[in-house]
């Protein structure tokens, strides 16, 4: 009985000292919602702006892969036309050749046909010489062709003498007409040889001539390919640059409104207790401030694992090239990644097949943390997660979805970031 009413008493006097700084208290309350407000509204920002980057970023690559295979293309087709230029080159001085051969044989042809016709002309002639005198072609006279030569007054021997002539000389004609007839048929077949083959050479001179063509459309088309992918790399590159210095600009926006939150949350904290304080209601209880608070912070570890990569580590920067911002806990790929504080996502970012998916979480007093390598993502932007939540997978193995290329082996990368700089995460870690 004696302490129910002493509770009426203390729960009396509670109500009645509140409303004393009601109005200050509410006036930080609407000043709170309204940070909050902002303070999403940057979020909604931030993941903008980085999907844009992640676009422009994506074009990039596919301006660079494009940019690559046609330079490929470009150097293959450029020999493709060097060799086929050769070809062409040698088939014009071989067509060349062979139509002035068919050309000059035609001539030699003409000619020949003249004077194989001649010749016939002379020899059908002489034959009717011959006939007349009654020789035949073995050079023996007839009995009468005798006859008329005794008439005359020939004597025998020089009738025999001119036979013999007229046969020597009528097996030469004949010999010479087979020969010219021969070579007259031979020509021929060479002439329509050659200009067999002429006219195979010209249609294949026609040919390569449209493959050359093709050749150089194509190369004039990878040239406007690299051209292009040059334009929109160089422009890619200027949007990279600019969303780079936008990510900087919100990230210290998103880092200032945090440390407002943390300072109105400090305030309305440290108002109650001191209202409550001077009412003699509670007890103060020394050494607690905000400074004394932020010192004391506190997170949980993600994942647990042995560590195989400190923060600044110097092998590390000595393999990539780059600053080892955080640590790398050795875990199973897959493995649950918890959040290692209540805080907001702000932002995550899905790398994909090939790039680096990681999760950035905003915390009270400035703080925010990393959890790269992630093989998959179970939260969203701008959702509120409680310390110990689960926000994704580990991964990191080489190769898999969201690894990214700064990576050996599994593992979580954490990183913790204190009022926008980067910090050893074991000095806030139990």
């Known amino acids: 009985m004696h302490i129910t009413r002493r509770l009426t008493i203390v729960l009396f006097l509670v109500l009645g000292l509140v409303p004393l700084g009601l109005s200050q208290l509410l006036a930080e309350v609407v000043n709170r919602e309204q940070?909050?407000?902002?303070?999403?509204?940057?979020?909604?920002?931030?993941?903008?702006?980085?999907?844009?980057?992640?676009?422009?970023?994506?074009?990039?690559?596919?301006?660079?892969?494009?940019?690559?295979q046609a330079a490929k293309d470009l150097a293959t087709v450029g020999k493709e036309k060097r060799d086929l230029r050769l070809q062409l080159a040698r088939?014009?001085?071989?067509?060349?050749?062979?139509?002035?051969?068919?050309?000059?044989?035609?001539r030699d042809y003409v000619r020949l046909q003249l004077l194989s016709e001649r010749e016939r002309d002379q020899f059908v002639t002489f034959l009717r010489h011959s006939?007349?005198?009654?020789?035949?072609?073995?050079?023996?006279?007839?009995?009468?062709?005798l006859l008329i030569r005794r008439l005359f007054g020939e004597s025998?021997?020089?009738?025999?003498?001119?036979?013999?002539?007229?046969?020597?000389?009528?097996?030469a004609r004949q010999e010479l007409l087979e020969r010219m007839n021969a070579t007259e048929a031979a020509a021929q077949v060479t002439l329509m040889q050659l200009q067999s083959s002429a006219g195979e050479f010209a249609a294949e001179y026609l040919v390569l001539q449209g493959r050359l063509a093709e050749l150089q459309d194509r190369y004039l088309s990878d040239q406007q390919t690299i051209a292009s992918a040059r334009r929109t790399m160089d422009l890619t590159q200027d949007q990279l640059l600019a969303i780079r210095r936008e990510t900087d600009e919100v990230h210290a926006q998103v880092l200032r409104i945090q440390g407002e939150l943390a300072r109105i949350d400090?305030?309305?904290?440290?108002?109650?207790?001191r209202t409550l304080i001077d009412k003699g209601l509670i007890g103060a209880k020394p050494g607690r401030t905000e400074e004394a608070a932020s010192r004391s912070k506190n997170f949980r570890w993600p994942v647990l694992g042995h560590l195989?990569?400190?923060?600044?580590?110097?092998?590390?920067?000595?393999?990539?090239?780059?600053?080892?911002?955080?640590?790398?806990?050795?875990?199973?790929?897959?493995?649950?990644?918890?959040?290692?504080?209540?805080?907001?996502?702000?932002?995550?970012?899905?790398?994909?097949?090939?790039?680096?998916t990681y999760v950035?979480?905003?915390?009270?007093?400035?703080?925010?943390?990393?959890?790269?390598?992630?093989?998959?993502?179970?939260?969203?932007?701008?959702?509120e997660v409680a310390r110990g939540q689960a926000i994704g997978h580990s991964g990191g193995e080489p190769g898999t979805p969201g690894a990214g290329l700064m990576t050996t082996g599994q593992h979580l990368h954490f990183e913790v970031i204190e009022r926008g700089t980067n910090i050893n995460p074991l000095t806030v870690l139990p």
């Open 91 to 106: 088939l014009e001085e071989v067509l060349r050749f062979t139509t002035r051969s068919a050309d000059q044989l035609g």
């Open 156 to 171: 025998l021997g020089e009738s025999v003498a001119r036979d013999d002539r007229d046969v020597v000389v009528l097996r």
């Open 266 to 273: 400090s305030r309305i904290r440290s108002k109650a207790e």
């Open 35 to 68: 940070v909050q407000e902002a303070f999403e509204q940057t979020l909604q920002e931030a993941e903008d702006r980085y999907r844009h980057r992640a676009a422009a970023t994506a074009t990039q690559t596919r301006s660079n892969r494009e940019l690559t």
């Open 308 to 356: 195989t990569a400190r923060f600044r580590d110097a092998s590390y920067a000595a393999h990539f090239h780059v600053p080892h911002e955080g640590i790398d806990i050795a875990v199973p790929q897959g493995t649950v990644v918890t959040s290692a504080d209540e805080g907001i996502i702000f932002l995550v970012r899905d790398g994909g097949e090939t790039g680096y």
């Open 360 to 383: 950035l979480i905003g915390h009270r007093d400035g703080f925010a943390t990393l959890y790269g390598h992630l093989s998959a993502v179970v939260v969203n932007a701008g959702q």
């Open 131 to 145: 006939s007349v005198r009654r020789v035949d072609v073995n050079g023996v006279p007839s009995l009468s062709a």
